[in-house]
């Protein structure tokens, strides 16, 4: 083994036994949807200033939002129930004390002068005796500062404080300069009184003495302070998230609190893992019937692929939903894709070299498809980077688990299916050459499209009419149709109901589904009573849902009977627009600047295309457009420009080789080439998700139903729009062709086990 290949042994060891060492010390923060949580219900009360309405409720809610996701509790939901209620839904979170105290609070933060305290406050002019952090009574001013002149705040480990933990708040607007006068005010006086009071809700927090390095008359410059005090380190980032989250615009008041059981069954979950491991078996021998011994190698892989996934999953804390696990079905599809091309490279070296050893023809095979391979990941990964720091809630997740699953498909591809296929060509090169070995150059249906495939760029305007036509049919359904929007935008209703005797929470959603409601969310609350939730429910099918589970539990009484607002808020839908249109111009920009522009144009007209045509599919079938849905739409836009990052990836290649040749051509050959690796790579993945459709359930076979329309329809487009819309647009562009590569230098001949190096 070369140096090369050991490091890269040592570096895929190290990887795979870090994450087995995550995977079995730690337990995966699973979401609402399958452990369950804490439901808490608040409502808005009047303020002195502001009334308690449907308005000023939703602006307390997405306040409660940032505080939610700055405590770090991902994947939660948050609605709103009638005009003044709010239901936050806080997964895997089983003690809701630390919770509650956070997002309970109207977090009116304040800053007062410390006077002399003579025991007698003067009222009049604002004056008030209240005891600091330590119990002593002390006497403050009126209120200098308040939190509309506050900025950022983040907690942060401060060994200047006696090794403990301080919040660093940045003002904005005039809080800068009246922080400045304020201290500038307390920096005259002498001991006690040299002090500022911060009061969180009318409770002194910190009364930190300013420095004595602080001249009088000057005060602390820099629009920036540091409030230090007794914090352990949850209490300075709840403190900073209170501060940065900002003031509720009305108080709360919370009104019940419960935990409640996840919104899907055992069963589900259960029918959902055997259709994913049948999927990936059935992916794993397609892959080795095609592959043979090095396909083997690609499956073991894989599961190494599955190991760095999970252990980087927890190790970072993230919360593991079924939403969330779309990102790790495009991995999976992306780990099988960088496997197929660099195969399918090395049997192109073969069938030009029948006497290129095994080994050689993998290392150039993984060597030339590193190109495509980093592209698609680059791509995808800025996508998820976006979607992780623009938006929020399921999207937001969407992104982490994306990113995740994106790196363990590298690290899965080109660290451990590397090490081992070169393993198996050193240890039987003759076999691994052979047939049985996988790389016995090119097949049957490779040779016949490279010698006598058909001219189909020939007929590009055809295939771009039938493409514009698909879009305009699918534009037709959203338009005539409409979209079935789910409770997660639109809102809807709520009901609790109580049996006589205790029903088995699989069996109610069975009674619910059997009642013509499959996709009501339908939860255990409190310790016996059901809660069914979903969109368009009138109040006949509240009597109906009643009387179905009265069947199963011997009589049901309704408890409560609420609307309530939609859960993918205003806020977190557009967060989740820019997010999705910022990752598009990402894409594009990235894609001009490795391609061309042509290219790049290309790639987004045929995404656009793919997401047209699956949202359209959904609206003429009626389907519910919901956050699995959204899932599934992200997924597909990885699953879009990935085909035709390779596509172009081979065309660019062979244009550099011929840059005077007839683009046209060019670019059929190339699309022709990259057959064979797109069939295989959409075989993996149709292998999973068919399993899912069948098998899944209701909650999975939406989802995997739109993957399965995205790849089909996604491996068309880069061959049949992708490719000729470039073809259409190279006629406007100014920049030349790619320059051929320079020919190579006489050969040194060099050993199997050469570190490299010549003399």
């Not at 005060?219 to 914090?231: E, K, L, P």
């Not at 391979?373 to 996508?383: G, K, Q, R, Y």
Request: charged share 20%; proline share 4%; net charge neutral.
């Amino acid at each position: 083994m070369n140096r090369a290949n050991m490091v890269r042994a040592v570096l895929a060891l190290a990887v795979l036994a870090t994450s087995f060492y995550f995977a079995f010390t730690q337990e995966a923060r699973l979401g609402l949807d399958l452990r369950g949580g804490t439901q808490i219900v608040l409502q808005t009360q009047n303020s002195p200033t502001v009334k308690a309405d449907r308005e000023s409720t939703d602006r307390a809610l997405e306040v409660l939002r940032r505080r939610i996701d700055a405590l770090g509790v991902a994947e939660s939901s948050i609605t709103r129930s009638g005009d003044r209620r709010i239901i936050v839904e806080l997964p895997d979170v089983q003690d809701p004390t630390r919770a509650t105290e956070a997002i309970g609070k109207t977090a009116q933060l304040t800053a007062h002068p410390v006077l002399v305290n003579t025991g007698k406050p003067d009222e009049k002019k604002g004056q008030k005796l209240i005891p600091d952090e330590s119990g002593q009574q002390i006497l403050i001013g009126p209120a200098a500062l308040t939190g509309e002149g506050i900025g950022e705040a983040s907690a942060s480990y401060d060994p200047q404080n006696l090794g403990g933990w301080a919040v660093n708040v940045d003002f904005k607007g005039k809080g800068g300069s009246t922080w400045e006068k304020l201290t500038a005010k307390a920096a005259c006086a002498t001991g006690d009184d040299r002090r500022i009071a911060i009061v969180l809700d009318g409770k002194v927090i910190s009364s930190p003495q300013v420095t004595q390095s602080v001249p009088c008359g000057v005060g602390i410059t820099g629009g920036s302070t540091q409030i230090t005090g007794d914090f352990s380190p949850e209490e300075a980032k709840d403190l900073a998230a209170l501060i940065e989250g900002g003031a509720l615009p009305v108080p709360v008041k919370i009104i019940e609190q419960r935990v409640v059981g996840p919104t899907l069954g055992d069963e589900a979950i259960d029918a959902s893992a055997k259709a994913a491991v049948i999927g990936i078996i059935l992916t794993g021998l397609f892959i080795i019937a095609v592959y043979r011994l090095v396909g083997l190698l690609a499956t073991v892989a894989l599961a190494g692929y599955a190991l760095i996934s999970y252990g980087a999953l927890v190790a970072i804390g993230a919360t593991l939903t079924l939403p969330g696990l779309a990102g790790f079905v495009l991995a999976i599809g992306m780990a099988i894709d960088a496997n197929v091309l660099a195969f399918e490279r090395a049997r192109e070296e073969i069938s030009d070299h029948p006497s290129r050893r095994a080994r050689t023809a993998l290392a150039t095979g993984f060597n030339k498809a590193w190109s495509a391979i980093a592209d698609t990941a680059v791509t995808t990964l800025l996508a998820g980077a976006l979607l992780f720091f623009l938006a929020s809630g399921p999207v937001k997740g969407f992104g982490v688990t994306l990113t995740i699953g994106v790196i363990g498909s590298l690290i899965s591809a080109m660290l451990v299916s590397r090490v081992l296929t070169d393993a198996a060509a050193a240890r039987f090169p003759k076999l691994t050459k052979g047939r049985a070995g996988g790389l016995s150059g090119a097949g049957r249906i490779r040779r016949w499209l490279e010698e006598s495939g058909p001219d189909l760029m020939k007929r590009r305007r055809l295939w771009l009419g039938i493409s514009g036509f698909a879009i305009v049919a699918a534009a037709a359904g959203i338009f005539i149709q409409g979209l079935n929007f789910g409770v997660e935008f639109t809102g809807g209703r709520i009901v609790e109901y109580s049996t006589s005797r205790p029903v088995d929470i699989d069996d109610a959603r069975s009674a619910v589904s059997d009642a013509g409601f499959p996709r009501a969310i339908v939860q255990t609350s409190g310790e016996d009573d059901i809660s069914v939730r979903t969109s368009d429910l009138t109040n006949a099918d509240v009597k109906n849902i009643q009387e179905a589970l009265a069947e199963k539990g011997g009589g049901a009484t309704k408890e409560r009977d609420e609307l309530i607002g939609p859960s993918l808020g205003d806020e977190l839908r557009q967060k989740a627009l820019i997010a999705l249109g910022l990752a598009l111009l990402a894409q594009l920009a990235y894609l001009t600047i490795r391609f061309r522009w042509t290219f790049a144009a290309g790639a987004v007209v045929a995404m656009f295309h793919d997401i047209m045509i699956v949202t359209g599919v959904f609206a003429w079938l009626g389907k519910p457009i919901d956050g699995v849905f959204l899932a599934a739409l992200l997924t597909i836009i990885g699953y879009s420009v990935n085909d035709s990052v390779v596509v172009f990836d081979r065309v660019r290649e062979l244009w550099g080789s011929n840059p005077k040749g007839r683009f046209a051509d060019i670019a059929n050959r190339g699309t022709l080439q990259t057959v064979p690796r797109t069939i295989n790579t959409g075989m993996g993945a149709l292998f999973i998700l068919g399993a899912l459709a069948f098998l899944g359930g209701d909650s999975l076979t939406d989802f995997a139903i739109a993957l399965l329309i995205g790849i089909v329809v996604g491996t068309y487009s880069s061959v049949f729009t992708a490719t000729p819309m470039a073809i259409v647009l190279e006629r406007f562009a100014k920049a030349p062709p790619p320059q051929p590569k320079d020919k190579p230098k006489k050969p040194v001949h060099r050993t199997s086990d050469s570190s490299g190096a010549v003399v």
